[in-house]
């Protein structure tokens, strides 16, 4: 079989990791390749480690450009996707690396985006419980932000499980530069971030609480409340997320490592590592893994679960092309073995 498939925002860190890694999709023919500012340009001019795609030439975000392929990708800042996603034919399986269609409450994306909802579309983490039934034959997949990715498989067995307190969620993640964006942005200059870390959209107010709160309550069947600080990491690329929440009462804190091994026994992408091993952002980098440790604090009652991806791989492209393989019926490994890169 070989698949079309058009890549918009090409020019951006999303769309440049989604043609890397398609780039190695077996079944995959890379056909229009779409940019705003830098429309004409050459890919290589600006994704130069895309060594294979160097001369092809990136073309406008239109609903033509992106017509006649299987597979759209759409990975462009929020709100432009939605406009453009109402009009691609219904048959085409459009993945969006953005945020529009992600929350299933519109009074929530209006607190936090500002905006009108576009609406809701199937949630492309197939580890969820569940989830991945919703993706088979899916023809509109919303891609998981990167600190919800991280946080949700942190915390998701437990929540399932029952075993956590819904109340008293807190999420401490630190992220790589990479995170934000290719647009410049001056507290993302080198001077800013290297050498040291400082958090932002503190007190609740970044956008991915919503998201985190709404994954954990489906599983939990009750609202959680999540206290969700992000923080600026002098990395390229990587998030390392530190999740703790109150064990409930009545439940034996030695079952959890069990709860979470079973969870994700058959997972290809996510690893709990063995007892006393932390994950490093490094071990992940360039590659769809997450790996994750827990411990329970007996002085405080508190399960902490630290989980690592690459926010570009696992946390966006790794994440949209191993959806993308659910919904067409491939493996969902295909195009997405490539290991770590270390040190
Ligand atoms: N970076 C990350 O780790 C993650 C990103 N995402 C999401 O993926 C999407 C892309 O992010 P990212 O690649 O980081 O951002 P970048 O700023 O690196 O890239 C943005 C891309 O969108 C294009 N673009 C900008 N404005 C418009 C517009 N008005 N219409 C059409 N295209 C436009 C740019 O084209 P040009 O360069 O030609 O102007 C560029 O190709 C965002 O929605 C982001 O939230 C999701 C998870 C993680
Ligand atoms: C380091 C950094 O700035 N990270 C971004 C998250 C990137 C992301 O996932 O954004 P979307 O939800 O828009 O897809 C941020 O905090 O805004």
């Known amino acids: 079989m070989t698949i079309r498939v058009a890549v918009s925002g090409a020019s951006g860190y999303a769309g440049g990791e989604v043609l890397r890694l398609l ?31 160097a001369d092809r030439e990136l073309v406008d975000t239109t609903v033509e450009n992106l017509s006649g392929h299987d597979v759209v990708f759409l990975a462009l800042p929020h709100g432009a996707s939605a406009k453009i996603a109402a009009e691609l034919p219904k048959d085409t399986l459009v993945i969006d690396a953005g945020a529009d269609h992600r929350l299933e409450s519109a009074q929530e994306w209006e607190k936090f985006y500002g905006s009108e909802h576009a609406g809701t ?7 969820l419980p569940g989830q991945r039934q ?14 919800p990715t991280s ?40 001077g800013e971030v290297m050498g040291g870390m400082s958090p932002y959209g503190v007190g609740g107010m970044h956008r991915h609480t919503p998201e985190i709160e709404q994954g954990l309550a489906q599983l939990s069947g009750e609202p959680v409340r999540v206290s969700f600080t992000p923080t600026l990491a002098p990395m390229p690329r990587g998030i390392l997320t530190t999740a703790t929440a109150r064990v409930k009462e009545g439940f034996e804190p030695t079952a ?37 440790q827990l411990a329970f604090d007996q002085r405080t009652g508190r399960l902490i679960v630290t989980s690592v991806i690459d926010n570009l791989t696992k946390g966006t492209a790794g994440g949209a092309i191993q959806s ?6 491939m493996s969902e490994r295909t195009g997405l073995q490539a290991l770590g890169v270390a040190p």
């Open 121 to 127: 579309w199937p949630y492309g983490l197939p580890e």
């Open 151 to 190: 946080s949700l498989l942190a915390l998701a067995p437990g929540f399932a499980a029952g075993a956590l307190e819904p109340e008293d969620v807190v999420i401490v993640s630190a992220s790589g530069t990479s995170g934000a964006g290719k647009t410049l942005k001056p507290h993302l200059l080198g």
């Open 23 to 53: 780039s190695n999709h077996p079944e995959v023919e890379i056909g229009a390749i779409t940019a705003h500012s830098n429309a004409g340009q050459r890919l290589g001019a600006l994704q130069p480690h895309l060594t294979s795609l």
């Open 134 to 147: 919703k993706l088979l034959g899916a023809r509109r997949i919303a891609v998981p932000g990167c600190y």
């Open 324 to 329: 993308m393989n659910i919904a067409l019926g």
């Open 256 to 292: 959890l490592r069990g709860i979470w091994e079973k969870a994700y026994a058959h997972e290809a992408f996510v690893q709990v590592l063995p007892e006393g091993q932390w994950p490093h952002t490094k071990s992940v980098l360039g590659s769809n893994y997450a790996q994750m």
